[in-house]
């Protein structure tokens, strides 16, 4: 996955878009699916969180704690990954202990 931008011709806006590729087999060719980040916002750089129709969030937007918040710098990407396949790992395990269970 990548992020990529994308600036509106209309509005002069730049936004911000998760990228993933995925291989169609009928055509033989690579496909992209686009996912909305956010706004880019023109003074600091930073990607400001829309609510997915390309408008700003609320002011007083408070996430839940449940909702996942993109990492802001590359050592947080690395630990987040590390993370993820921290526990990739321990659920593969787990469900090995309960196909090994099932089996008996």
Excluded at 34 to 52: N, S, Y
Excluded at 70 to 76: D, F
Aim: cysteine-free.
């Amino acid at each position: 996955m990548a992020i990529t931008y994308n600036k509106d011709k209309r509005s002069g806006l730049t936004y911000a878009y998760e990228t993933s590729y995925v291989w169609d087999k009928e055509k033989k060719q690579s496909r992209s699916k686009r996912t909305l980040i956010g706004r880019v916002d023109e003074a600091t750089g930073k990607i400001v969180p829309t609510d997915g129709r390309g408008r700003k969030r609320s002011p007083n937007y408070v996430p839940a704690e449940d909702e996942y918040e993109m990492p802001k710098t590359m050592k947080e990407l690395k630990s987040e990954i590390r993370r993820l396949l921290e526990e990739n790992s321990v659920l593969r395990k787990e469900i090995q202990t309960l196909k090994s269970k099932r089996s008996r």
